[in-house]
């Protein structure tokens, strides 16, 4: 591997002979630095300017804004191609459309492929730490742009590249101004202390299927409505140590709704990419580990369920733009699957031995992967073009065939505005939908008008089943050890996540259809079943209109001839927010913000300075264990340990800013429970539980224990109290997301710690048919627990959550339980 001494004199003789072929501006003369230099990032203000500079210099570039980060910032997508294949982009879109829904016949199929281009899309740290892929991205970009070597004439000729420079705007932003700040102190390589996107952070890359952020909005419409592109190249870095770049193909298990013929593209690709790195004496690329093909809802892991060829690769990195010098000595033995790290293996053919490692050298692999992914695209676009039809083809003729036929989601709904919000989604990743004109008969049983009708005879039939069908999660062994657990969630259904009735029909049946045209929000409505009440409620309040609640749990809106238990008012709510990346309590405050509750960030000087419940009706601590509770980043301690590195060195630039030290300490806990004793409710959720269970004197206990029960993000059933304002709007059975182990039972009478007190079961895990979706061991652990249990204490209340109501904006069936409980804190009863 050629060292960055090396490597930079080399890139700066390339960049020079190639800047006299085309003309465009180097990347350091923009710069004032090589991207990938040492202690150097450029920030995203510099490179969206260096693209729109090339775009103005470069007739082999056309760069576009794809929508607005969540902070408002400009989302660029550059269009890369021969002068020739821009002038008929339009033309070129068409025929990739065509093509990859099927709307041709084999036929003319053949002659468009002839004609076509392949379409590749690259995009560059959407995870603003992994800041590698935005730094290689104007390297790339420039020597796409300024050689004329046969190589790239071959690739300007027979491949559009959609490159995005930045996945997420304002995350890099952030980052290369916190790296700035710190280089050269004691905090140099210092953890980001929050989280880099927002409601999201790191969690931006799981929410492919359920589009709840912006940014995901906006590259989704590019890949599944407009452009449909054959590679879908994903850059992220964090390789498993101490490989230097993950590669495909991935891990098992592999989900059986990704057709057979991606997987072997994927694994073509991969190849390709390791073949070209060992080529260019690259050590260290490895497959076959850690990420695998089973989960849909990443940016790599959703275009394979549309018959794209998603891959990623993960990169090695130290810390920002900051070198190391690796000690082959303290490198560990095997990898996670046992494999040895420094002998050749089938998956891992050329260890790497160890040495300085630098942005610059991370850069490098990096363009090496690019150039194999292009080069191999270049090289057939005419299979790629074909095989997109075929694959579209398939499926629907698949789809036709029944079994299923197709899914109807009747009107008739528990929650008719989370069925609307499932199907608008669908749309969005470009699933076709149709309306019942009039009422028809499937398999044996009647649906209304107005019912969707979701047709399996389409392009994306594999995406459209994975997300309707319980999923069942293979138990692989390996050499009878323990199950293989998830990359991340084991089920993830989509309509038992949002409490949606989907109907699988298997037979052909006869109906009367239209056409759905694009769904948009639901409308506010005073239904207390539907979430979309919770709009109807903040908007009156918001107005200053009374808003009563009746005992039984209706929302009674202004003139109301019933009677009512207590009036509502405009919540107060404190968020807790802690100093680290937070992505539960992200979500959660995504989740207040699209239901428009108004809150408060509650940091850790907040909670200790007391006095809560004069500011506070209710304060919410999503999942984050005791200690990041208690504690947070402790100074004088470094956020960076490994035993891969020198733990000393890594200590004299990792330390925590002191401002953004500690934690609420004993003195939070305290003033915590003053806040629920003088009449506040505090929410708690996942292993935020454990908080109040061993700090305050509850007759309550977690009777989970570890290796006792295990859900590596499944769906669970809960039989739910009926007939209480707590749980008002709910069904007595819905389904829940877990991960981990929570659940819970009255200590009454038993626990000396504890006062008198109330505990009542909100919700329990079902005793029978408890799995939904996903794996699940040792359930007897839970089987008929508390998954969401009240406890009087005082004046007020402590709710403890052990399923995740929230979790990732995704599970409309249980947000009522937590926003009822919200708004519930704020009301005040109705005078007689």
């Known amino acids: 591997m050629l060292s960055r001494t090396l490597l930079r004199p080399l890139v700066l003789c390339l960049i020079f002979i190639a800047s006299a072929v085309g003309q465009v501006t180097p990347p350091q003369a923009h710069f004032g630095f090589l991207p990938g230099d040492d202690y150097k990032l450029a920030d995203y203000d510099q490179i969206r300017s260096y693209f729109e500079t090339l775009a103005r210099e470069s007739d082999r570039m056309q760069v576009v804004e794809i929508g607005q980060s969540s902070e408002g910032r400009s989302m660029l997508m550059a269009y890369i191609s021969s002068p020739a294949n821009l002038a008929r982009l339009a033309e070129y879109q068409q025929m990739q459309r065509k093509l990859a829904l099927a709307e041709v016949g084999e036929e003319e199929a053949r002659q468009m492929a002839a004609q076509a281009k392949a379409i590749v899309w690259i995009d560059c740290s959407m995870h603003s730490t992994e800041v590698t892929p935005s730094q290689h991205a104007p390297l790339l970009a420039h020597r796409l742009l300024s050689e004329d ?37 004691e905090y140099e390589i210092a953890a980001y202390p929050g989280l880099y996107q927002k409601y999201s952070g790191h969690d931006n890359n799981r929410d492919w299927y359920m589009l709840n952020l912006a940014e995901t909005r906006h590259v989704s419409k590019v890949l599944y409505q407009d452009w449909f592109p054959h590679i879908v190249y994903n850059q992220h870095q964090t390789a498993p140590f101490p490989a230097r770049m993950f590669v495909p193909p991935y891990s098992e298990p592999l989900n059986p709704a990704i057709p057979s013929a991606v997987v072997e593209g994927i694994g073509l690709i991969g190849q390709t990419i390791k073949e070209r790195l060992a080529l ?69 053919p050329n260890p790497w031995k160890g040495g300085r490692w630098s942005l610059g050298d991370a850069v490098g692999y990096n363009l090496t992967a690019s150039m194999a992914v292009l080069n191999l695209a270049a090289s057939m676009p005419q299979h790629w073009s074909f095989n997109a039809w075929r694959l579209a083809q398939d499926q629907i003729e698949a789809g036709k065939r029944g079994s299923p036929y197709a899914y109807v989601v009747s009107a008739e709904q528990w929650d008719p505005s989370s069925a609307q919000e499932m199907t ?85 049946f006869q109906a009367s259809l239209a056409n759905l045209p694009e769904l948009s929000t639901p409308q506010p409505v005073w239904d207390r079943r539907q979430n979309a009440s919770f709009w109807a409620v903040a908007d009156a309040l918001k107005s200053s209109q009374p808003v009563r609640l009746a005992s039984s749990g209706n929302f009674l809106p202004a003139n109301s001839p019933d009677s009512a238990a207590v009036e509502l008012r405009s919540p107060r709510v404190g968020m807790y927010v802690p100093h680290r990346g937070d992505m539960d309590g992200g979500w959660t405050q995504w989740m207040l913000d699209y239901y428009r509750v108004p809150f408060e960030q509650l940091r850790n000087d907040g909670v200790r300075a007391g006095n809560l419940r004069e500011r506070f009706d209710t304060i919410l601590i999503a999942s984050q264990t005791t200690a990041v509770i208690l504690h947070g980043y402790q100074p004088g301690v470094p956020t960076v340990t490994s035993s891969y ?28 429970r003053e806040f629920v004793e003088q009449g ?39 039989d739910v109290l009926q007939g209480d ?52 061991t040792g359930e007897n652990a839970i089987k008929g627990r508390d998954a969401v249990t009240e406890v009087r204490m005082g004046k007020g209340r402590v709710i403890l959550f052990g399923i995740r109501p929230q979790h990732r904006g995704q599970t409309f069936a249980t947000f009522k339980l937590l926003l009822n409980a919200i708004y519930l804190a704020s009301a005040k009863p109705v005078a007689k």
Do not use: C
């Not at 705007?169 to 710190?182: A, F, K, S, V």
């Not at 997301?737 to 000396?752: L, M, Q």
């Open 280 to 348: 260019e004496g690259k050590p260290g690329a490895i497959s076959y580990i850690s990420f695998d093909g089973w989960w849909n809802g990443g940016m790599r892991t959703t275009p394979p369920f549309h018959n794209m060829h998603g891959i990623l690769t993960e990169t090695a990195g130290y810390y920002y733009a900051t070198p190391y010098v690796y000690d082959s000595a303290r490198f560990p033995r095997n990898f996670a699957n046992g494999m040895p790290t420094d002998k050749p293996s089938i998956f891992y």
């Open 645 to 672: 590195i020198d733990n000393a060195e890594s200590a004299a630039k990792s330390l925590m800013r002191p401002e953004f030290t500690g934690g609420v300490g004993m003195e939070g806990v305290v003033a915590l």
């Open 424 to 508: 608008r989604r669908l749309q969005a990743n470009g699933v076709r939908v149709e309306r019942a004109i009039a009422g028809f008969t499937a398999d044996g049983r009647e649906y209304p008008a107005g019912s969707y009708v979701i047709p399996a005879a389409q392009p994306f039939r594999g995406y459209l089943m994975d997300l309707l069908e319980p999923h069942k999660y293979p138990e692989i062994r390996p050499n009878g050890g323990p199950v293989l657990s998830p990359y991340d969630s084991s089920g993830y259904t989509l309509s038992l996540q949002m409490g949606v009735d989907v109907v699988r029909i298997n037979d052909q």
């Open 680 to 718: 506040g409710t505090l929410i708690t959720m996942g292993a935020a539980t454990e908080l109040p269970i061993s700090m305050f004197p509850l007759p309550v206990a977690n009777v989970v224990r570890t290796g006792t029960f295990k859900a590596p993000g499944a769906i669970v059933r809960l």
């Open 725 to 776: 304002t707590l749980t008002a709007g709910m069904p007595a059975r819905t389904t829940a997301f877990v991960n981990g182990g929570y659940a819970f039972e009255s200590t009454a009478g038993r626990d000396r710690r504890t006062t008198e007190a109330e505990v009542r079961t909100l919700a329990r895990y079902s005793i029978t048919d408890l799995l939904a979706s996903g794996w699940i």
């Open 149 to 185: 070597s046969t190589e790239i004439r071959q690739i300007l000729d027979n491949v559009i590249l959609l490159l995005v420079p930045v996945t997420n705007p304002d995350g890099l932003q952030m980052i290369t101004e916190w790296y700035r700040r710190n280089v050269g102190t």
